[in-house]
């Protein structure tokens, strides 16, 4: 489909406020491929309602996160940033691909173990047969990179596997994707638990640190963040806490772990939490302020949704009618 471009592709669920787990697992990534590859960046909506969402929050948040990827530094004019439900091929390629995935490896999903003891008065198909979706989504594209936090390697392993199965019955069909998991920031922790992932869907908002939280509120978050009982800034796997700190760091102003740890040696917790809040605070004043920009004119961004929906539908259309043929579907 592109003979001599290298495809990326990646999505963010609309599900809840977006945290720097989001922006440094992810987004922020998303820029560096653009120069060399073709780039493809979906707000996933459809996967959002596999946990119940209120209709006007998701309809907000589905804006928020597309002016959220260009505030990330994603042109519009380079990549085609668009909406999952705009573009049907998702949905009809998930169905044929529910053909080709086996229960026991959906059951092995660590996510929808997670997601369905979280949710246990809606353990729904959709939640199960989910990475399927994410498989379609990537598949479609003919996806070489699909950059992610640690936590969706498991989904795009799976992905490969999918993928592998139809090639072997109808050869050629997908390329096979590879996880791009950024080397320094595997997974960003919560602050209150740092032995869980921080994630958008935590009921306890100072866990978690929002892409559009003020500086007063980033720095004070930061100074709640529970770390030990001894006083070193150095990681190890005994000190979830600080380590989670050095990465979130590292990640904000491109430090590695020995410099960081360099740097706040003999200082205490206190100093070394605010400078984190800082570094963070600075790094997302940029993007909070061309955010307000994108925002502040919703129908620039519903142009923006409409041409990257049809720029997506393009491809995917061309993928999905060589899997119909190759499936034997009748063409008409
Ligand atoms: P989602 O919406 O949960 O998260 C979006 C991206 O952010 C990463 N991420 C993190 N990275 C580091 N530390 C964290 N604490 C953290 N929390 C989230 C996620 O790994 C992800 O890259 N299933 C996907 C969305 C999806 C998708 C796709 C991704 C649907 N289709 C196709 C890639 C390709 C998800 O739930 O992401």
Same mark, same amino acid.
């Given at each position: 489909?592109f003979?001599?471009q ?10 809840? %406020?977006?945290t ?7 987004l922020?990534?998303?820029k560096?491929f ?6 493809f ?8 309602i596999t946990?119940?969402q209120v209709?006007a929050?998701?309809?907000r948040?589905?804006y928020e996160?597309l ?5 990330c530094g ?6 085609t ?6 573009v049907?091929e998702?949905a ?7 053909c ?12 929808f173990?997670?997601?369905?003891a979280?949710h246990?008065? %809606?353990? %729904? ?5 989910y990475p399927?979706l994410?498989?379609a989504?990537?598949?479609l594209?003919q996806?070489d990179?699909?950059p ?7 989904h795009?392993?799976l992905?490969?596997?999918?993928a592998v ?5 109808? =050869?050629?069909t997908f ?7 950024a080397?320094?920031?595997?997974k960003?922790?919560?602050?209150a638990d =740092?032995t ?7 009921e %306890?908002?100072?866990a978690v ?6 500086k ?7 100074r709640?963040a529970?770390t ?5 800034i ?5 000190? =979830?806490g600080?380590?989670?700190?050095i990465?979130?760091?590292g ?7 020995e ?10 917790y206190g100093?070394?939490?605010?400078a984190?809040g800082e570094?963070?605070a600075?790094?997302l004043? =940029?993007?909070?302020q ?10 620039q961004?519903?142009?923006q949704?409409?041409r ?7 491809y ?5 009618g060589?899997?119909?043929k190759?499936l ?5």
């Amino acid at each position: 489909m592109f003979k001599d471009q290298k495809i990326s592709y990646s999505g963010v669920q609309p599900s809840g %406020n977006l945290t720097i787990g989001n922006y440094l697992g992810a987004l922020k990534n998303f820029k560096d491929f653009a120069r060399d590859y073709k780039c493809f960046y979906c707000v996933v909506d459809e996967h959002a309602i596999t946990v119940r969402q209120v209709p006007a929050d998701l309809r907000r948040r589905t804006y928020e996160t597309l002016a959220l990827y260009m505030a990330c530094g994603l042109d519009p004019e380079k990549s085609t940033l668009y909406v999952q439900s705009h573009v049907r091929e998702h949905a009809e390629l998930a169905w044929v691909l529910d053909c080709f995935t086996m229960f026991g490896e959906l059951s092995r999903m660590t996510q929808f173990k997670d997601k369905s003891a979280k949710h246990a008065d %809606n353990v %729904n198909a959709g939640l199960f047969t989910y990475p399927v979706l994410m498989a379609a989504d990537i598949l479609l594209y003919q996806t070489d990179v699909v950059p992610v936090g640690i936590d969706q390697k498991q989904h795009v392993e799976l992905t490969r596997d999918i993928a592998v199965r139809f090639n072997q019955l109808y =050869p050629d069909t997908f390329t096979l994707p590879e996880p791009y998991i950024a080397k320094n920031v595997r997974k960003i922790m919560s602050l209150a638990d =740092p032995t869980k992932k921080m994630s958008k869907s935590d009921e %306890n908002v100072n866990a978690v640190v929002y892409i559009l939280d003020d500086k007063d509120t980033i720095i004070r978050k930061f100074r709640r963040a529970v770390t030990d009982s001894d006083s070193e800034i150095r990681a190890s796997e005994d000190k =979830p806490g600080v380590s989670n700190l050095i990465s979130i760091y590292g990640g904000f102003t491109g430090k590695s772990v020995e410099e960081t740890e360099k740097e706040f040696a003999g200082l205490g917790y206190g100093e070394f939490k605010t400078a984190v809040g800082e570094a963070c605070a600075a790094a997302l004043a =940029p993007v909070q302020q061309r955010f307000r920009d994108y925002m502040a004119d919703k129908a620039q961004l519903e142009a923006q949704m409409k041409r990257g929906a049809e720029e997506a539908s393009w491809y995917a259309s061309r993928t999905l009618g060589k899997v119909r043929k190759k499936l034997g579907f009748v063409q008409l």
